[in-house]
């Protein structure tokens, strides 16, 4: 059940990263304006900024700093934003409302969401490996590491290609899942891992702890993400709602059934606590995002 303390800081996060934002994107009166424009009008303003909030969450567990954490949280949103231009496309899953509003390619056009969606990922990349204040820079090159391994061929890149390749194909319970480490799961579990880069070090069992609470959280993300493109209605979205099952698409819903798929991320939630439980009460934050994330209804 998520809380009125938790929503009070989850509210101060979103704005404080919204500012980031503002701040870090270039201005839309900087030449090449359109595509300014076009980065501001996919990244501000809009969605609910899960993975900042993970970075933002895990970065109090190690004591990190709020400028760090949020401009860390910027750029992975910047990577999010870049991945959901590109994935609206026509030549993927042609789209025209994101976030409520048009999509960037109905806004500005295929080449101009085609730049955008580059010019996102490239900024994400530049805010990461500026200097990060009592970050030291072998660390922040791991992070660059991290960050680039999540977004790539082995992870959100990947699993955009294994879900393109599976419409209409009849994937295993197994192979569905290896799909979403890879699309949703990767940059979830990069957003807890950079944030808790950020702060003291932790010992590698405790680092694998917070990865493992992270992988659960990621696909307990997406198995919520499938419930609700059957259950919400596309206003309560902001995006088309029944896709899924529109484009023949495999999800946890038609693979397990809607009661299956509740308990499963029921299941997921309480072995995402059972992997922080040692970190005691530090831990409370990703606890609540974990409620959140599993009890949302958008
Ligand atoms: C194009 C390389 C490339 C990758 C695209 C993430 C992705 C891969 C596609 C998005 C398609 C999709 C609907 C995936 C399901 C889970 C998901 C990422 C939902 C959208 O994320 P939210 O709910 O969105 O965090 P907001 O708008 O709240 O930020």
Redesign the pocket.
Known sequence: MVHESFMGWMTGIQQQLESTLEHCLPGSQIEPRQLHQAMRYATLE??????PLLVCAAGDLVGASSANLLRIGAAI?MI?????????MPC??NDVL??GKPTCHVAFGEAGALLT?DALQTLAFELVSRPLDGVDAATQLAMVRTLAHA?GHAG??G??AI?LASVGVALSLPELEYM?LL??GA?IRASVLLGAMAGRPLADEETERLDRFAKCMGLA??VV??VL?CEADTATL??TAG?DAANDKPTYVSLMGFAEAKRFAQELREEAFAAIEGFGPSAQRLKDLADYIVDRS?
């Open positions: 809009g969605g609910k900024r899960v993975r949103e999010h934003a870049y991945s959901l231009v590109h994935d609206d993927m899953d994101r976030r969606g977004s959100m890149a699993g955009q879900d979403h699309k949703t940059l993300f997406q993400d499938d493109d902001g995006k896709k958008f």
